[in-house]
T-cell receptor, first 113, second 117 residues
């Protein structure tokens, strides 16, 4: 069964600090891997999308990395802000699965002042 | 990109009743999906809303419980029928606009938070 596992489940950091969220997946082969940010009570918003051939993708203070050999991805947040408090979801699109997505359970990040 | 709105944004309903959730997109899209997100969980795909034909349901979801309409390329509804407290969730509409350079990026609506008493 295709799975996407994220760690940690939750994380608390101080404003201004950096953090890294992890995603391990068994989906293979896959077309792309995405990171979404979901604010409480809102729908997920795309942060980055990487194909299997890409190693890194940045979006402002968010940088995602991908190691297709070890089937791992990470999302690094630099100089965290209070507005970064949200759930971050790793999503993998299996190859030839059309628009079907496999969702991770998410990491709930809280940034404290 | 696509701008998606959902109505209602939240509702509190009595068990045994039904609620219809509307999803409106600001542009024509080929693919529309309905997801459920139970408290503290990630998203689970309910069905693909097909324009002009019956929706395609995922395992564990049936049309009698979650009837879906998609009369055109910008609008869809999801009905949660004969509700029970286990149906308390956030229901999200999602679209794939196409023309995303091969990424088929999915955009999500703001969700409808449903509480069943």
């Amino acid at each position: 069964k295709n799975q996407v596992e994220q760690s940690p489940q939750s994380l608390i950091i101080l404003e201004g600090k950096n953090c890294t969220l992890q995603c391990n997946y068994t989906v293979s082969p896959f077309s792309n891997l995405r990171w979404y940010k979901q604010d409480t009570g809102r729908g997920p918003v795309s942060l980055t999308i990487m194909t299997f051939s890409e190693n890194t993708k940045s979006n402002g203070r968010y940088t995602a990395t991908l190691d297709a050999d070890t089937k791992q991805s990470s999302l690094h947040i630099t100089a965290s802000q209070l507005s970064d408090s949200a759930s971050y979801i790793c999503v993998v699109s299996p190859y030839n699965a059309g628009n079907m997505l496999t969702f991770g359970g998410g990491t709930r990040l809280m940034v404290k002042p | 990109s696509a701008v998606i709105s959902q109505k209602p944004s939240r509702d509190i309903c009595q068990r045994g009743t039904s609620l219809t959730i509307q999803c409106q997109v600001d542009s024509q899209v080929t693919m529309m999906f309905w997801y459920r997100q139970q408290p503290g969980q990630s998203l689970t795909l309910i069905a693909t809303a097909n324009q002009g034909s019956e929706a395609t349901y995922e395992s564990g979801f049936v049309i009698d419980k979650f009837p879906i309409s998609r009369p055109n390329l910008t609008f869809s509804t999801l009905t949660v029928s004969n509700m029970s407290p286990e149906d308390s969730s956030i229901y999200l509409c999602s679209v794939v606009p196409g023309g995303q350079g091969g990424y088929n990026e999915q955009f999500f609506g703001p969700g409808t938070r449903l509480t069943v008493l």
